[in-house]
């Protein structure tokens, strides 16, 4: 079985699981129109071209991911050491896991620096009829806090724009944005400096 034939067979049954398109396309790190173009493979329709990132050695195991989040943190940190860093002279009060995969780094890089913990839920994980972005409420708030976006992959740069924009409108100030990899070169988005361990370039 080719890869593409396994991503294909991969997106179907999480598709029959239940997985919205949007959870899909989060799952398996890749756009949604890739994600769209694995469930339907229309005819005539060309393959969108797209990187697909399975970092499940890592994630499913404790360990390794607390040090991929370590590395994250140590990152950002070597960084300011620099003068790298935007930082504003204050340092950051919550760092905000997108669900679903930025959820476990968030966790373990605010419990090491001590920092509070909020989690967004994207618009495309919405079943709803006028789909929109949430924060759970379950974890912190986020007014008035300074805030790093911590998610897995930057595929198209789109749901990172969301969450900034709601952490804006609800009266946060996001700071940064870390990711594991980066598939756009991103070095910032909508004003917010992006920071990822990897990117992740399509040649040709």
Not at 143 to 158: F, L, P
């Amino acid at each position: 079985m080719s890869a593409l034939e396994e991503l294909i067979t991969k997106a179907k049954a999480l598709q029959a699981e239940g997985h919205t398109p949007g959870q899909i396309s989060d799952e398996l790190g890749l756009s949604m129109e890739t994600v769209t173009w694995l469930l339907t493979q229309q005819k005539g329709m060309e393959a969108p071209k797209d990187v697909h990132i399975d970092w499940t050695a890592i994630g499913s195991h404790g360990t390794l991911l607390g040090d991929m989040a370590m590395m994250m943190l140590k990152r950002f940190l070597y960084l300011a050491e620099a003068g790298g860093v935007r930082s504003g002279g204050e340092e950051p009060d919550t760092v905000v896991g997108i669900a679903l995969s930025g959820i476990p780094l968030a966790t373990l890089i605010a419990a090491e620096e001590g920092l509070k913990l909020a989690v967004y839920l994207p618009a495309k994980h919405s079943r709803s009829e006028t789909p929109t972005g949430s924060l759970s409420g379950t974890f912190s708030t986020i007014t008035a806090q300074r805030c790093i976006i911590i998610d897995d992959v930057v595929t198209t740069g789109t749901t990172l724009a969301e969450a900034i924009a709601f952490l804006r409108r609800h009266g946060a100030v996001p700071v940064a944005v870390w990711s594991l990899f980066d598939k756009q070169g991103a070095r910032e988005i909508d004003g917010v400096p992006v920071h990822s361990l990897f990117a992740i370039s399509r040649l040709g």
